[in-house]
């Protein structure tokens, strides 16, 4: 492939309204540094700003010195560059798992910061076609085999895969041509990662025509699959259930017609949006759920709680998830909220929080029945306080002229299906 068409395949990504800035996240390996150099070129032609970050999890004794070399390529393309060191791993979890969330939260928190439109990751077809493998010895639905979406939001942050219909193989070629010399992991030749063995189980696997571009293309026929599932769960939704104060009520006799697939959609969404998580449960979980439904009057999954009131079933945040946060009257709390102050107010804001409103906080507020909704949901609901003071409940009858507002109101809710 020519550089050209490269170039193309990226501009894409961004054409025909461009951003007014890019983040790119390169690490030094050839996949991300060919982005930047392909990135580099398109801000210079379309008048965009253009900074870059790496991450550096501090797991390997090179990865200071690979951080280093970026920045000092990036300051010869006169490329605002940041190093976002990894501090405070507890070394619990799946180590490349809670690595890839940490440089997502890392990048988000550096991209929000810096007021950027968007950040490019230099995920391939190479990529997709091992997580695809990965998936598939999972026992993954269509979701999980389907193509891993071009563009997606994470972490309050807009991300897009520039690169995804290209291979490392071309990349490589590119930076050869150009003359630049990547950074190679020697992680990605150890076999104690399922990664690194199916990237190997593939390169046998071509000579018989499944490699990166068919694996990718069957993920593609996936995804058109998954979108029709989708269409049909939303249409649906559109017609049995109501969001109200953070919570997603549904009709559960209506909701028990629903085929299988398209209930356990729905929770998925629904889940999604009330916890803001990037992943659904696993299925394992879901199932567990339904079945608790059959018996109980309540089930927990996911930091939420999922409780029948009357002919609803009721999705909403379970109260011990939100009191692990608190916030400024000014940051989102809960990675779902933003509380407004009455126009009127004169006050100092520093002093006061946003968490739970709590029992505690339910006691004071004497109408809050009258909003007819289950009490664990206003349980879990945002509120202001000063210390061991309510200042206000705005979503549960004591406002105060305050404003809880979501950051994904029903409208993304009913609109959008809610990936990563």
């Excluded at 940490?102 to 997709?128: F, P």
Aim: some cysteine; charged content about 20%.
């Amino acid at each position: 492939m020519t550089a050209s068409a490269l170039f193309h395949r990226v501009a894409d990504s961004f054409l025909p309204d461009p951003p007014k800035s890019i983040g790119v996240a390169v690490s030094g390996g050839s996949d991300s540094l060919a982005l930047l150099y392909l990135l580099h070129d398109f801000a210079r032609d379309h008048h965009v700003a253009l900074s870059a970050a790496t991450v550096d999890h501090g797991l390997r004794p090179e990865a200071a010195a690979e951080a280093n070399l970026v920045a000092e390529i990036c300051a010869g393309l006169n490329v605002p560059h940041t190093v976002l060191p990894w501090i405070g791993w507890d070394a619990r979890g799946n180590l490349q798992d809670e690595a890839r969330k940490e440089r997502y939260r890392l990048l988000a928190q550096w991209g929000r910061a810096q007021g950027l439109d968007v950040i490019a990751v230099g995920h391939t077809a190479d990529d997709m076609a091992e997580t695809f493998v990965m998936r598939l010895g999972r026992r993954a639905g269509v979701d999980g085999l389907a193509a891993i979406s071009h563009a997606f939001e994470r972490d309050q942050m807009r991300w897009v895969r520039p690169l995804l219909t290209s291979r490392r193989i071309e990349l490589q070629e590119y930076l050869t041509a150009r003359d630049i010399t990547w950074v190679s992991d020697p992680s990605n030749n150890d076999d104690k990662y399922t990664r690194v063995r199916v990237r190997k189980a593939l390169a046998v696997l071509s000579e018989l025509g499944i490699d990166s571009m068919a694996l990718a293309d069957v993920a593609g026929n996936l995804k058109s699959a998954r979108d029709a599932l989708v269409h049909h769960m939303l249409m649906a939704a559109r017609q049995i259930a109501v969001c109200r104060a953070g919570a997603v009520s549904v009709d559960e006799q209506a909701f028990r017609t629903l085929p299988s697939e398209t209930r356990r959609r729905f929770l998925c969404h629904a889940l999604k949006w009330v916890n803001n998580a990037p992943y659904a449960p696993r299925s394992s979980a879901l199932r567990d759920v339904f079945s608790s439904l059959e018996t109980s009057p309540a089930a927990t999954v996911q930091g939420c709680i999922i409780r029948r009131k009357g002919q609803k079933l009721w999705i909403f945040r379970e109260l011990n998830a939100a009191n692990m946060h608190e916030a400024s009257v000014l940051d989102i709390w809960d990675t779902r909220w933003r509380v407004v102050p009455p126009p009127e107010w004169t006050g100092n804001l520093d002093h006061l929080t946003i968490r739970a409103l709590g029992p505690e906080g339910l006691a004071q507020c004497p109408d809050w029945r009258d909003i007819d909704v289950p009490r664990g949901v206003l349980l879990a609901s945002p509120a202001v306080w000063n210390g061991a003071e309510l200042i206000a409940a705005p979503l549960a009858g004591w406002a105060q002229n305050w404003q809880a507002v979501p950051q994904r109101g029903e409208d993304v809710f009913f609109a959008t299906h809610i990936t990563h």
